[in-house]
């Protein structure tokens, strides 16, 4: 196998998991945003004073927060691998083709212009 053909073997695979994590971080969030609906109907549903279970729609709170955070993380991750790849052997390997799945959304292709 040529080095070249290693070298985006590997990318596609680290990409591959890249964006596995992602989708799963999507999810949590998802999962955490349904779970503080179901806590606020459940509470109203069995007539309980706003002040009962304060306690866990703060660690709820709490754990959204985390989340974000770690959705903050992973673009540094996506900036610290972008660096990575410009000064290494796996700068000219295109990642085509490993867009996040379901993803519909048209990508721009060459410069961008502010529109007004």
Same mark, same amino acid.
């Given at each position: 196998m040529k080095r070249t053909e290693h070298a985006a073997q590997l990318a596609a695979h680290l990409a591959a998991d890249l964006f596995d994590a992602e989708a799963s971080?999507? *999810? $949590?969030?998802?999962?955490l945003g349904k779970l503080a609906q179901s806590l606020t109907r459940t509470r109203r549903e069995a007539r309980?004073?706003?002040?009962? =279970?304060?306690?866990?729609?703060? $660690?709820? $709170?709490? +754990?959204i927060a985390a989340q974000v955070q770690a959705q903050? +993380?992973?673009? $540094?991750?996506?900036h610290a691998l972008s660096d990575v790849k410009?000064?290494?052997?796996?700068? =000219?390997? *295109?990642?085509?083709?490993? *867009?996040?799945? =379901?993803?519909?959304?048209?990508?721009p292709i060459g410069r961008l212009a502010l529109v007004s």
């Open positions: 971080q999507d *999810e $949590a969030v998802s999962q309980m004073s706003t002040t009962m =279970g304060q306690g866990a729609f703060d $660690a709820l $709170a709490d +754990a903050r +993380a992973m673009v $540094a991750l996506h410009q000064s290494s052997s796996f700068r =000219g390997i *295109e990642l085509s083709g490993h *867009e996040k799945q =379901g993803d519909d959304n048209t990508r």
